[in-house]
């Protein structure tokens, strides 16, 4: 139960112990229930000896004071208590404390009932007189598969902690978080992967995060190439090398990319300014994993995977005839559609607290907060240059604020008349979309009508809309 206090800060509290749920945290604490006091002095002895936490209860209603008091991770029961059956007692702990571990205790000849028992949910059942070695093997299998049980759960919610900074990807969307899923499918694979998506949306980190999510590679090198950064007449000795001689300015061997990435990773960003002849000379490494260095006969092989990146659409190319088609096919194994900044605007406050945490330490500011205002001009812009544009923009406010909050003051004030003008026509009505839609619904129909001559029928017919639409239309924006 929740209640609100005062000071408005959400406060728990529980009407009782049983409301608390049990943890999972292996406390190596037992419980031993049972009415014969030979019996239960004998067995308190020997797990205490074995540096168990043991507690001990002489009947049912006693057994679940004690249940209720602390947390055991395992109970002994006999199967005949004094005050109810041990099958009763079962039940009811399975259901208030369905994390507690329970073995039942029988004499000669009810083993039937204590087999019922664990169909019941109890873990096993030991045979009076108890073997102390029985009783010992038993309670460390228990405990192992708890600790076991209990490092699984850990490694799980490390995973879901993580699944908003997935290696240096930052993203808890669920785009990101399929992106997050497919790159640990093919971790443990050589499969090429095209990476597609706006300028600065991060295919770069993508690229180093399926690096370094791969077992075999991430230990070797990785290396980034921008094709369409690197002259043309140079790109191929960057990426495969040359021998002295090769031209004019060859005047030693030199090792290429490729080689540079062997064992490793190979990302080739802006694959789309690749020219055609290099395109045929990467689809032979990408096949046969083999090439030769420029001036060169001798065959050079490797082993590296392969990552291209682009921010344009390929099939268009393709097209064009400015991009092979079996190239394509032979990039296009695994296709990662990255999401403008746009179409994940939830992320925004997480990357807004990562970038503040970077440039707070680059910078020796102590920035702990942003101002409502400043986050809400933040979420409703639209970064057409993505997470980069808005890492760079921080960068300059986080430069430019003194105090300890971010706020609209550090705003180049383009930035904040965009967001004012926009709430300003906006208001959230109809009347201020449509006052919003009328410029451009002007321009459209101003261009019909010359492209038709001015004749109505003819431009009524462009616009899709009967003669009546556009005459009421033209007479509302003055064309009449």
Known sequence: MR?????????????????????TIVTNSILVVEDDPLVRDSIY???????????VAVNGKEGFARLGEKHFDVALVDLRLPDAPGIEFLKTAKERFPDLDMIMMTGFGTVETAVEAMKMGARDYLTKPINDDEIKLLLRQIFDTKKLREENES??????????????LIGEDSKMQKIYSL???????DTTVLLQGDSGTGKGMIAQAIHYSDPTRKDGPYVEVSCGAIPRELLESELFGHVKGAFTSAIRDRIGRFELADGGTILLDEIDA????????????LQQKVFERVGDTKTIHVNVRII????????????????REDLYY???????DVPPLRERKGDIPTLVRHFLNVFNEKTKRHITSVSKQAMKILMDYDWPGNVRELENFLERAVVLTQGEVLDTAVFPDSFTKKAETLDARLGGSDTALKEILKDPEKKIIVRALEQAGWNRKKAAAVLKINRTTLYNKMKQHHLL
């Open 183 to 189: 790159i640990q499918a093919i971790s443990d694979t």
């Open 155 to 168: 490694l799980k919610d490390m995973l879901f902690e993580k699944r908003s900074h997935f290696h240096n």
């Open 330 to 336: 032979r990039l296009n194994v695994i296709t990662i």
């Open 3 to 23: 209640n609100q206090g005062e000071t408005g800060n959400t406060v728990c509290h529980f009407d009782s112990l049983s409301e608390l749920k049990r943890g």
């Open 274 to 285: 690749l020219p055609p002849y290099l395109q045929v000379k990467l689809l032979r490494v």
């Open 45 to 55: 002895e020997v797990l205490s000896l074995e540096k168990y936490q043991v507690a």
């Open 308 to 323: 291209a990146a682009t921010n344009h659409n390929l099939q268009e190319a393709i097209s064009r005839g400015t991009f």
